[in-house]
């Protein structure tokens, strides 16, 4: 991804964080505050920038764990609860690994 689309990414960001605060202040208006309640923005797949996760139909990735970047993961593998995948400076890929468990880094 080059400079154009970071600066995209970044002008995105900063529109969803204005958003998000001018939500935030409506509701301080209203009376609401509903909004004061800490939800968990974990996302389970994330882009690095153009490198996206791609997970097979039928693996298991738990909703707590964190695939990030160029990562592949086969059919019928499971990433266990609190596991990071992440490509930093290789993809890796191993047909035979099948499970991952215990806060794997």
Not at 40 to 59: E, Y
Request: glycine share 10%; proline share 3%.
């Amino acid at each position: 991804m080059g400079t154009l689309g970071k600066a995209i990414y970044t002008v995105g960001f900063w529109i969803r964080e204005t958003g998000q605060a001018l939500d935030r202040l409506g509701c301080r208006l209203q009376g609401n505050y509903y909004f004061q309640e800490q939800l968990s923005r974990h996302r389970t797949l994330m882009n690095v920038f153009d490198k996206a996760p791609v997970v097979d139909r039928d693996a298991f990735v738990a909703p707590s764990a964190s695939v990030i970047g160029d990562v592949q993961v086969g059919r019928g593998s499971s990433i266990w609860y609190g596991c990071v995948l992440r490509d930093e400076t290789f993809c890796y890929r191993d047909p035979r690994l099948r499970t991952l468990m215990m806060f794997c880094k």
